[in-house]
C-alpha cells in the first residue's frame, strides 16, 4: 500500500506566476528535505469553477508527490493538453502556453530547471514539441507580396521558433470576404492577419483586432 507523507507545519518553497489565455495563474511548489512535497495552484479572479478545478489539481499533485511520485513525471503527463484558449509563442514571448493545465507543466519544468540545470534541454525539446503540435491557421487576407526569404524566415521564426528546415518559399491561399475590399490587414503595421481564437491577428507583429466580430 502506498502510503502518504504527514504534512508538517512549516515547509519552504517558491511561487511561480504564469499567464495563460484565462489569466494570471500561480503555482506555488514547497520542498520537505529537499524533495519536492506539495502544490498549490491558484487560478486568481478568473471564475469560482476554474478555480476550484484547478485547485483539486494542485491536491491531486501533492498527494502523488508526498507519496513518492516524482515532479518529472508530472511535468511528462501534464504538458501538451489544449484547450480553446491556448496562447501562442509570438504573444508569450517565445514560450506556448496550450491551457491551464499545460501552464502548471511549464512551471513544474522551469522548477526542475532551477533545481538540476541538466534538465533543460530535454524540458526545451518537449517544449518545441508541443508548440508545433496541431498548431494551425486559416489565412482570411490577400497573399501578401514578399520577394524576400529572410522575411518568410522571419515570420516563421515567430510562430514557431528558429525551424531546423530552411524556409524557402511559401504559399498562402486567401479568401476574401465579398463585402470586405481588398480583404483585412492589421490596423498597426498593415501586414497580413489570420484568424485564430476569434480574433484577426497579425502575422508580422502579433496585434490583435476585431475581436469577437
Not at 506555488?28 to 478555480?51: L, V
Not at 508530472?74 to 501538451?80: D, E, Q, S
Not at 538540476?116 to 525539446?125: F, G, I, T, Y
Not at 526569404?149 to 528558429?162: C, H, M, R, Y
Amino acid at each position: 500500500m502506498v502510503e502518504v507523507q504527514e504534512r508538517p507545519e512549516l515547509l519552504h518553497g517558491a511561487t511561480y506566476k504564469t499567464i495563460t489565455g484565462c489569466g494570471a495563474v500561480y503555482v506555488t511548489i514547497n520542498e520537505f528535505n529537499d524533495q519536492t512535497f506539495e502544490i498549490f495552484i491558484n487560478h486568481g479572479k478568473n471564475g469560482r469553477c476554474a478555480s476550484v478545478m484547478m485547485g483539486a489539481l494542485g491536491v491531486t499533485i501533492s498527494h502523488g508527490l508526498r507519496a513518492g511520485v516524482k515532479p518529472e513525471e508530472y511535468m511528462k503527463a501534464l504538458t501538451g493538453f489544449r484547450c480553446d484558449m491556448a496562447i501562442n509563442s509570438v504573444n508569450n514571448k517565445g514560450t506556448p502556453i496550450l491551457s491551464c493545465v499545460d501552464a502548471v507543466a511549464k512551471v513544474f519544468s522551469k522548477y526542475l530547471n532551477r533545481k538540476d540545470p541538466s534538465n533543460l534541454k530535454e524540458n526545451v525539446e518537449i517544449d518545441k514539441m508541443e508548440a508545433t503540435k496541431d498548431f494551425s491557421y486559416t489565412a482570411i487576407a490577400p497573399a501578401p507580396s514578399m520577394d524576400s526569404t529572410s522575411e518568410l524566415q522571419e515570420i516563421a521564426n515567430k510562430l514557431t521558433g528558429p525551424p531546423k528546415i530552411k524556409v524557402e518559399s511559401i504559399t498562402v491561399t486567401a479568401s476574401v470576404e465579398p463585402n470586405i475590399i481588398g480583404g483585412s490587414v492589421c490596423e498597426v503595421c498593415g501586414s497580413p492577419v489570420i484568424m485564430q481564437e476569434g480574433c484577426e491577428k497579425c502575422l508580422r507583429c502579433g496585434h490583435s483586432q476585431k475581436c469577437g466580430g
